[in-house]
């Protein structure tokens, strides 16, 4: 099965840099997503980690340590646009092929002035 | 740009009501996901597809079924609904191969009285 952990709420301050951690168990192993959703909207696709290490895009990072099972996405300079939950998903191969993903409860990131 | 559309964005159905939700994409994606999201419990699995015809059961089956006849279209189908099936329903797509994510559509907010 998966688990997959990562914190609730968050709050930051415009122009900050904030990092969102998470945590997973999992089998198959087939990389880490991170997806932003703004309320009443369709999550988007943000970040893509299947090996170790960093990948930066922007503003925005992710890390991945598969030995630790852990990631972090980190969001610089923030913006009031960035306020919003922030979901960590696990891909999982499935034996008829293709994957799946396994979504976190999301952390939802509160930027403020 | 990928599209995924889903048929209707609000339902308000009855209890006992047999309910479905369409769910096309314009990509020739394998793979194909019915999720539901409810606040403090994230995005759940219900059932996915990678190939025409062919299901599986995700984290909670129970109280759906699906139906894949073409490779653009993933209905999700609520044999008899219950107010506990009321909720976000978001479906997704993404193709086998690659890194890719997923696309969500927009959502259907599901209302069972």
């Known amino acids: 099965g998966q688990n997959i952990d990562q914190p609730t709420e968050m709050t930051a301050t415009e122009g900050a840099i904030v990092q969102i951690n998470c945590t997973y168990q999992t089998s198959g192993f087939n990389g880490l997503f991170w997806y932003q959703q703004h309320a009443g909207e369709a999550p988007t696709f943000l970040s893509y980690?299947?090996?170790?290490g960093l990948e930066e895009k922007g503003r925005f990072s992710s890390f991945l340590s598969r030995s630790k099972g852990y990631s972090y996405l980190l969001l610089k300079e923030l913006q009031m646009k960035d306020s919003a939950s922030y979901l960590c998903a696990v891909r999982s191969l499935f034996t008829g092929g293709g994957n799946k993903l396994t979504f976190g409860t999301g952390t939802q990131l509160k930027v403020e002035l | 740009d990928v599209k995924v559309t889903q048929s209707s964005r609000y339902l308000v159905k009855r209890t006992g009501e047999k309910v479905f939700l369409e769910c096309v994409q314009d990509m020739d994606h394998e793979n194909m996901f019915w999720y539901r999201q409810d606040p403090g419990l994230g995005l759940r699995l219900i059932y996915f597809?990678?190939?025409?015809?062919?299901?599986e059961k995700g984290d909670i089956p129970e109280g759906y079924s699906v139906s894949r006849e073409k490779k653009e279209r993933f209905s999700l189908i609520l044999e008899s609904a219950s107010t506990n099936q009321t909720s976000m329903y978001l479906c997704?797509?993404?193709?086998?191969?690659?890194?890719?994510?997923?696309?969500f559509g927009s959502g259907t907010r599901l209302t069972v009285v």
């Open positions: 980690n299947v090996l170790d």
């Open positions: 997704a797509s993404n193709p086998t191969a690659g890194t890719d994510g997923y696309t």
């Open positions: 597809s990678y190939d025409v015809k062919m299901k």
